[in-house]
């Protein structure tokens, strides 16, 4: 089992920058994927960025390339996501996300909700214009 325990939401205006973390703790996540996905009222959730159990993978959303940057703390038990330059329209609940452990630390379709077994509760990102 792994527990996912988002922070670093909040307001910002247009333009402005937000660092999302995600503790982990159990057994598994060190050799998983993990990612960031997020949820505005009445959307789908959609993934926003994952990363390999070694950090070697990345993938990003089209729509953040470019402004958001994921990472992980294996020895600290972190996720994170650099937030630049937001917009509003990347307003919505974000999630932090792990994949049970496998070979090769990733997984096929990480844009994907069920390519991922463990899921925070959420921290809200606004953001005005």
């Known amino acids: 089992q792994v527990q996912l325990v988002e922070s670093g939401g909040g307001s910002v205006q247009t333009g402005g920058s937000l660092r999302l973390s995600c503790a982990a703790s159990?057994?598994?996540?060190?050799?998983?994927?993990m990612g960031w996905f997020r949820q505005a009222p009445g959307k789908e959730r959609e993934g926003v960025a994952a990363i390999s159990s070694g950090g070697g993978l990345t993938y990003y959303a089209a729509s953040v390339k470019g402004r958001f940057t994921i990472s992980r703390d294996n020895s600290n038990a972190m996720l994170y996501l650099q937030m630049n330059s937001l917009k509003p329209e990347d307003t919505a609940m974000y999630y932090c996300?792990?994949?049970?452990?496998?070979?090769?630390?990733?997984?096929?379709?990480?844009?994907?909700?069920?390519?991922?077994?463990?899921w925070g509760q959420g921290t809200q990102v606004t953001v005005s214009s």
């Open positions: 159990g057994s598994d996540y060190r050799s998983g994927c």
């Open positions: 996300a792990a994949a049970k452990a496998t070979g090769m630390g990733w997984v096929p379709t990480p844009s994907a909700p069920g390519s991922f077994d463990y």
